[in-house]
Structure formats: C-alpha cells, structure tokens
C-alpha cells in the first residue's frame, strides 16, 4: 500500500493496472532467503565460480536486501541493483557530476568515477527515503535547497568486476533544479596542479569541488558539466585523463579545504 501511494510524480510515473515503477519491481517481491538458496545452489552446482569473498558479499547484499538475483531462461545469473540518481541542473543547463571518490582512512589514492550522484536502495525502502539519504549524507550543501522536477528510468547492464557477476542497475534519475544561483551554495573548491592532461584541456578551466559524507570517511569529487561533456568523459581514454588530474591534489590540500 505504501509503494501504490508513494508512486507519484515527480519521483515516479503514475501506476497501472501492468506495473508500478520504479518502486515495486517484480524481483522485488521476493524473499531475501529465496535470493540466498539460489546463491547457495549456484555455487554448489558450479554454476557460478566466486571467490570466498565474493560470495560473503553478494550473500550480505541479499540478506540486507541492497540487490536480487535472477536466473533468466539463458541459465546465466544476474545481480540486480535498485539505484536512486540526483540529476541537479544549474542555471547554465550544466549537471552536477561526480567525478571522483576518496576514503581518507584506506591509504590509497583518489578513485575516478563518472556518474551521476546516486544511491543503492534497499528492497523495502521507498526512491524518497533513499533520495533523502542522499542529501542528508553525500550532498549535504544541496539539502533543502533544490526542487525535484520529474523523473526518468535508466536501465543498465554491466558485469561487476569486482563480484563477478553480470549486474543489472535499475537507475531512477531524479531531475533537479537549483532554488538558489549555484553561488549561494556552501560548496568547497580545491586546486590541483596547473598542469593538465591534454585531453582534458578543452574541458579547462574548471572548478573541482569536495564534498564530505556525514556517514562514512569517504569524500566526493563534483565538478558542473554539459551532458555533451558528461558523455563525452565517460570515455575510457577520458576517465584515464581524469584520473591523472585527479592524482595532482594532494592529500593535504585537500583535508586543509575540507576542513
């Protein structure tokens, strides 16, 4: 009942008598344990090769249900990931984009990313309540100060090098406005090197801002980009790019801003 009520716009589309989208997708509807016994079965059978690890993980997700699996008729396991996606467009139609991911405790470098900022949702959780996480713990200069337009559904399918295992993101992107000129934002800006990877220099100059999580030691990398640059740095040649830039800020420049 709650899921009927909440599937409203601008977070969703209206419901039907086939589907309600994004929040109660089919796969949804089963029981965490399900998910579990067909893991255990898969591994026993040999029908999937995971490592000690890897299987742990993809377990713990079930059991907290942060993803599904899915046995299609090609007899190829499939994880499923429900993704709650902020898209906040500024006054110069530029997105906010996250670039890169920093957990100061781990002892290694920068991570590049290129995506929009986004969250796993839970099974039983609503898109709102996860779009409020969002904002209240990797986008905390954004909470309350933006207005949620519509929504759209992206569907991707990429396999997970890190479990092995084909994934499939079911991505609910949130469109936003700014109630505020970006200006007025309390964002923090940090400079890096003035040298700059030649093919990101039409893409220069451009502000890089930090962004502490509330929940975690983890700190986001954002800059404002066109959707002609977001796709174009998605590139694999980019992100490598982006990458070298991202490793000229050094770890005390960048805590000393943070601060």
Request: proline content about 5%; glycine content about 4%; some cysteine.
């Amino acid at each position: 009942h709650n899921r009927l009520v909440a599937a409203c716009p601008p977070h969703a589309v209206w419901p039907n008598d086939l589907c309600i989208q994004p929040h109660l997708d089919r796969h949804e509807l089963l029981n965490q344990q399900v998910g579990v016994g067909l893991l255990l079965q898969a591994m026993q059978q040999k029908v999937l090769r995971l490592t000690k690890e890897q299987y742990e993980e993809i377990k713990q997700e079930l059991v907290a249900r942060k993803c599904s699996l899915q046995q299609p008729s090609d007899g190829v396991f499939h994880r499923i990931v429900a993704v709650e996606a902020l898209l906040v467009m500024n006054t110069k139609n530029q997105y906010f984009i996250q670039i890169g991911v920093w957990e100061t405790g781990s002892g290694q470098g920068v991570k590049v990313v290129c995506q929009y900022p986004a969250k796993k949702r839970t099974m039983n959780e609503l898109p709102q309540d996860t779009l409020r996480r969002l904002l209240s713990e990797d986008l905390k200069p954004f909470d309350e100060n933006i207005k949620i337009d519509h929504s759209r559904r992206e569907v991707e399918k990429k396999d997970s090098e890190k479990l092995s295992l084909p994934t499939t993101y079911n991505r609910t992107v949130h469109i936003a406005s700014l109630n505020y000129c970006e200006d007025m934002l309390d964002l923090t800006a940090v400079r890096g090197s003035s040298e700059v990877p030649a093919l990101l220099k039409s893409f220069m100059p451009r502000e890089l801002y930090i962004v502490s999580n509330t929940a975690s030691d983890k700190l986001g990398f954002y800059v404002w980009m066109s959707e002609h640059e977001f796709l174009r740095m998605k590139t694999d040649s980019s992100m490598q790019a982006l990458q070298q830039w991202l490793s000229s800020f050094q770890a005390p420049c960048i805590l000393n801003a943070n601060i």
